[in-house]
Every structure is written in structure tokens, then in C-alpha cells.
């Protein structure tokens, strides 16, 4: 669950007629912070920013998601899915596959 404090900075920002991508921020910036000092869950900033979000969704601030960029960006990759299907990609080297095995093994929990 998100913070009290922040949650109430999140309100208040709302209330005086701030967008709710603003008040949303209060719970973004947190998470940053968070995973800055190595609490949080994310692993890069792009996680943090999503669980941020999330937290701000769980609190009440009504956060649009971005539906037309997404769709768009979704035909852009079809598209270049096609393409690049026919083309064959070069095999890993030994070496490259055997660190990215390991890196996988200390990732997982």
C-alpha cells in the first residue's frame, strides 16, 4: 500500500486543481527514491516508474494510460516483425550465452 503522506500530497495536489499525472508523480518520485537506496522492488527505472504509477492507481488518483501511442507503436512493431522474420540472426558466441545463463541464475529469487 502507498504512503499516507505521499498519498495525502497526492490529494491535495488533485484538490487544488492540479493534473493527475502531477499528483501521480508524488508516488513516481517515491518509488524512484526507493530503488535509488536499493528498498524497492524495480530493477530500472522504468519499473519503478510502472509500480509508481500502480501505487497511485491503489490510492484513487485516476492516472490515464497512453491507449493511441500504444496502438501505434503496437503497428510500428508488427510491421517491422515481418521484415526482420526473414533475415536470420547470428548465433551467440559460447561465451555471450554462457554469461547471459549466469547472469539469469543470480537473478532469479
Known sequence: ????????KAKSALRSGKKASTAA?????DEIHRQKRGRGAARSRKQAIAIGLSKARKAGVRVKRKSATRKAAKKRTTSTRRKTA?????????????????R???RSR
Do not use: H, L, N, W
Open 1 to 8: 500500500m502507498p504512503k499516507k503522506s505521499i498519498a495525502r
Open 104 to 106: 539469469t541464475k543470480r
Open 86 to 102: 526473414k533475415r536470420k540472426a547470428p548465433a551467440r558466441s559460447r561465451r555471450t550465452s554462457a554469461r547471459a545463463t549466469k
Open 25 to 29: 508523480g508524488e508516488f513516481v518520485g
